[in-house]
């Protein structure tokens, strides 16, 4: 069973990221046979330590939410966690990384896509995307073109160009 990984890095411990426990419903609801994990972490986490998290965790892809106070840190972690997870799927979402998804995608070759403006919709069509190519078999999974009909996505293509999706509907 695919297992999508959402996670948070936090500016505080007693902060929590409302974002993903919202994709994390909505996915369920709409792709309830997909494993969709949470992970919770702060700036003030080793990076050593949520890499090892993640590692453990094993996901497929892995959704990172991205903000100003820890986007600098979400790039950093991500260029390491493709060293230790070289097929994972990286994804980024949230306020930080919405307005500026094709340079993003063209500075950090390490991100399969960004999800950008509101993130449930488009989210959980991914999920199914993800659902449909896992039951096409494991080499399927690759295969960037099932990403084509969804709505907000800016993602790099089969070939490594950067396609940029129209935008979601709002909820």
């Known amino acids: 069973i695919m297992k999508f990984l959402l996670a948070a890095i936090n500016a505080k411990y007693i902060h929590s990221n409302l974002g993903i426990y919202s994709l994390k419903a909505y996915g369920k609801k709409h792709v309830p046979e997909l494993c969709i994990e949470i992970g919770e972490y702060t700036i003030n986490h080793q990076m050593d ?19 100003i106070w820890n986007i600098t840190y979400v790039k950093e972690l991500i ?15 949230g306020p930080e990384v919405s307005y500026c998804a094709g340079q993003l995608l063209k500075e950090e070759k390490n991100i399969t896509g960004i999800m950008c403006g509101e993130g449930e919709h488009t989210f959980s069509l991914l999920l199914k995307a993800y659902k449909q190519m896992e039951e096409r078999g494991k080499g399927a999974l690759k295969e960037k073109d099932s990403f084509s009909q969804i709505p907000g996505l800016v993602y790099r293509g089969p070939e490594g160009n950067i396609i940029e999706n129209h935008p979601g509907p709002l909820l």
Do not use: E, T
């Open 79 to 93: 260029r390491d966690l493709k060293k230790v997870l070289p097929q994972i799927d990286i994804w980024l979402g």
């Open 49 to 67: 330590q949520i890499l090892r998290d993640i590692y453990v965790k094993q996901p497929d892809a892995v959704g990172f939410s991205c903000y």
